[in-house]
């Protein structure tokens, strides 16, 4: 549970990306038990689509491609 010290700092830096903002609220409903293998890097692979300048890591010639 979040104390009032990081209730304050949220309020005065909000988080610019939409996909973190959403996943601080689903993470506050979904039990850690509940959540499966692939949840935390389907969260970062979302929040670097957001991001203006994302940068996907497997995306990358020879990462995880067969060109």
Known sequence: MAG???IVDRLRHPIANPV???R???EQ???VARRGP???R???E????????G???MARKGAGTPD
């Open 38 to 40: 692939g949840w935390d």
């Open 20 to 22: 973190t903002r959403a």
């Open 4 to 6: 009032v010290g990081d």
């Open 29 to 31: 409903e979904v039990p």
């Open 24 to 26: 601080l609220r689903v």
């Open 55 to 57: 940068e996907w890591p």
């Open 42 to 44: 389907h969260w970062r």
């Open 46 to 53: 979302l929040e670097a689509y957001a991001e203006p300048t």
